[in-house]
């Protein structure tokens, strides 16, 4: 089983970036298909992007499409999500995760994702 922690939350201003990382232990990481998800007060957990355990292919939820890109590097077992032009509706816990099945069939199910990290904030002040 694999546990995840994730790190570069913070607060920016409307237009400005961030980059989150989860760092994994009790890897085979590699193995992983993984995803970032998002919770808003109120709201649903929401898928936001995921990555073939390669790295090869990616997928992302039209909301954030053409602003986020999640990238992983195996050798260092981390996952990232560079998010640019941030809203203040893209305000949220974001949390990665990590799936055994391979991300062409896990969707943005929750239950797809075997392992979850405690999640860091992201703030969007307009």
């Known amino acids: 089983q694999v546990q995840l922690v994730e790190s570069g939350g913070g607060s920016v201003q409307a237009g400005g970036s961030l980059r989150l990382s989860c760092r994994a232990s009790?890897?085979?990481?590699?193995?992983?298909?993984m995803g970032w998800f998002r919770q808003a007060p109120g709201k649903e957990r929401e898928g936001v992007a995921r990555?073939?355990?390669?790295?090869?292919?990616?997928f992302y939820s039209d909301s954030v499409k053409g602003r986020f890109t999640i990238s992983r590097d195996n050798a260092q077992k981390t996952l990232y999500l560079q998010m640019n032009s941030l809203k203040p509706e893209d305000t949220a816990m974001y949390y990665c995760a990590a799936s055994r099945s391979p991300c062409y069939a896990t969707g943005y199910v929750l239950g797809n994702f075997d392992n979850w990290g405690q999640g860091t904030q992201v703030t969007v002040s307009s």
């Open positions: 009790r890897t085979p990481f590699s193995t992983y298909c």
């Open positions: 990555i073939s355990n390669s790295g090869q292919t990616t």
